[in-house]
């Protein structure tokens, strides 16, 4: 708790009025790749408590499509349109191309964890299904050219995440950002022109 709350970020994020710190492992992300450049549709998968939506509503155009979607509820946030439920299901996700506006997006986006049991290895199976789950989202609903940041784990499956990723883009970064704690075992992929 004490790293927590003397943690830089934390404190940034408190005085910036994000909701979490992890909205500056996604600035550092564009920051580098130039991640928000053309989009004007987004989607944000697993998006609870909303710093990445709120970093995507800062970054890309007024007007632009931004949707977010959990199995949590959110606080209201300006210009999201925030789904609650399971993006898998089918009513859910019927919901989600309404609220797109047809078939595309520019770019999806899933800081996504699982809920966690304490056992390593139930744990990894869990959150490479949940980047499964988010590649066949975008496998389908992705323009082509368009791009993807998804949150992985280091594990047994990690290696099978990043062949996976490579069938769908023609340029498959690996990208641990500062913001991202050096103790954590997180990482993200970067999908970079869908193909």
């Known amino acids: 708790m004490h790293d927590h709350v003397n943690d830089h970020y934390v404190k940034s994020a408190t005085n910036a009025g994000y909701r979490s710190r992890a909205a500056y492992k996604l600035l550092e992300i564009d920051q580098k790749f130039n991640l928000f450049k053309n989009v004007k549709k987004a989607v944000d998968l697993g998006c609870a408590p909303g710093s990445w939506s709120q970093v995507i509503l800062q970054k890309i155009a ?47 986006v899933s800081d996504m964890a699982p809920n966690l049991s304490g056992i390593k ?9 949940l980047v499964e789950l988010v590649l066949e989202f975008a496998k389908d609903y992705l323009i082509t050219g368009g791009k993807c940041v998804i949150k992985v784990f280091h594990g047994g499956e990690f290696d099978k ?35």
């Open 62 to 108: 007024a007007g632009s499509i931004v949707v977010g979607v959990d199995l949590l509820e959110i606080d209201p946030i300006y210009g999201l349109n925030f789904i609650q439920g399971d993006f898998t299901t089918d009513e859910i996700l019927k919901q989600l191309v309404n609220a797109i506006g047809d078939k595309v997006v520019d770019l999806v």
């Open 121 to 129: 290895g139930v744990d990894q199976a869990r959150g490479a299904h």
């Open 161 to 195: 995440l990043v062949k996976q990723m490579r069938t769908l883009f023609n340029q498959v970064i690996i990208f641990k950002p500062d913001a991202s704690r050096s103790k954590s075992s997180e990482t993200y992929l970067l999908g970079l022109d869908k193909l």
